[in-house]
């Protein structure tokens, strides 16, 4: 078997051997703890309610994009550790510009939507220019973004906050109604929406393959990615790629909570959801920076969370169990995919050598 099929082949075995190593280890796991491990796979698999494929979708939504920002950065060999400093800096913005109505209904959410991309873009770079003009590592200046954004946000938020009456919780005022983004219901059941905002997030995982894929630009920055020597041989500024591509991953980060934003939450608050930066990056790598890849790999993740909720009730075992299951993925995957790399290498040189290996007029009858 060669060509297309065999390849495609290839493809998918690195992340099915992935999810059958990251089965055997987690069940070794629960089995060594004295946990049913039958019954928690048991539990994690059973078919979701279309409450819980709602609950699936959105998650998965916030995650792609997520996912999606971590991946242009990985393109350009840039390591975007700062989504997660990005997103809350980028949201908290938006929440900021649409709960102030400068402008109506849903030139509002377009205007809070555009800010968030571009506080985002600004936020991340920061790094880019840090390390384009001074040689600054972009793991070290984000992760102390991601520091600093955390205070900051929080300095502010006291600024502006709206107190509600009888609670400790402050945020930003919220969001008119107006200018929510309106869920789409599924399931035929009353009550059970998915966040409009994945339509944007299917648009933004459209163009992040578009331009990557199909643009000089989008070829100049993966060139650069893989030899940043060849680029500036082919004329090719690795100083501005770097710069460009962290403030696409930035703009693309700056999306990433406002799903929650705009479809839940009307406003942001000390309770606003973290640690969504964090896992983009496992996604993105669970994916390989493929948009298709990615989404599969964002739904895993939201499917693992959401089924994981019950644990606790009906077997008795922490839903933290999910979270090694998730590791463990993403350790397998990044060690099936250099296997299938390897094998894949050595199936080449075989079939080279064997059409060297081929008398003369063979190879010219081939050629004829």
């Known amino acids: 078997m060669s060509g297309r099929p065999a390849r495609l082949l290839l493809g998918l075995a690195a992340p099915a051997l992935a999810l059958v190593a990251a089965f055997l280890i987690t069940s070794v796991v629960l089995v060594v703890a ?187 920055l993966r060139a650069t990615g893989d030899s940043a020597t060849a680029a500036v041989a082919s004329g090719i500024s690795v100083r501005r790629m770097i710069i460009v591509a962290m403030l696409l991953s930035g703009a693309v980060a700056g999306l990433v909570g406002l799903p929650i934003l705009f479809g839940d939450a009307y406003s942001y608050g000390s309770t606003f959801q973290s640690g969504l930066g964090f ?31 019950p644990l606790q009730i009906l077997v008795g075992v922490s839903s933290d169990i999910v979270a090694i299951t998730q590791g463990v993925i993403v350790l397998a995957v990044v060690i099936s995919y250099e296997l299938v790399r390897r094998y894949r290498v050595r199936m080449e040189q075989k079939a080279v050598a064997a059409a060297l290996d081929r008398p003369s007029g063979d190879n010219e009858e081939a050629h004829a």
Not at 92 to 109: C, Q
Not at 189 to 214: K, P
Not at 286 to 305: E, K, Q, S, T
């Open 34 to 220: 004295g946990d049913p491990a039958g019954e928690v796979w048991s539990t994690i698999l059973t078919p979701p309610e279309p409450r819980n494929v709602a609950n699936i979708v959105n998650n998965g939504a916030v995650l792609y994009l997520s996912g999606l920002a971590v991946a242009i950065g990985f393109r350009m060999n840039l390591f975007n550790i700062g989504v997660d400093g990005q997103y809350r800096i980028a949201a908290f913005a938006a929440a900021v510009v649409a709960g102030e109505a400068w402008l109506p209904g849903y030139l509002g959410t377009a205007l809070a939507i555009v800010v968030a991309m571009l506080v985002g873009a600004a936020w991340a770079g920061i790094a880019g220019v840090l390390r384009a003009t001074r040689g600054v590592s972009e793991v070290i200046s984000t992760i102390m973004l991601n520091a600093i954004s955390t205070g900051l946000v929080a300095y502010l938020l006291r600024r502006v906050a709206v107190r509600e009456p009888g609670s400790n919780i402050v945020g930003t005022a919220e969001i008119p109604e107006g200018a929510r983004i309106g869920g789409i219901s599924i399931g035929g059941s009353a009550g059970v929406e998915i966040y409009g905002f994945v339509v944007i997030a299917a648009l933004a995982g459209f163009l992040y393959w578009f331009v990557l894929g199909r643009t000089r630009f989008g070829f100049d």
């Open 279 to 309: 896992a983009g990056i496992a996604i993105a790598l669970l994916g390989r920076n493929h948009p298709v890849g990615i989404a599969l790999g964002a739904l895993l993740f939201a499917f693992l969370d959401e089924q994981s909720n």
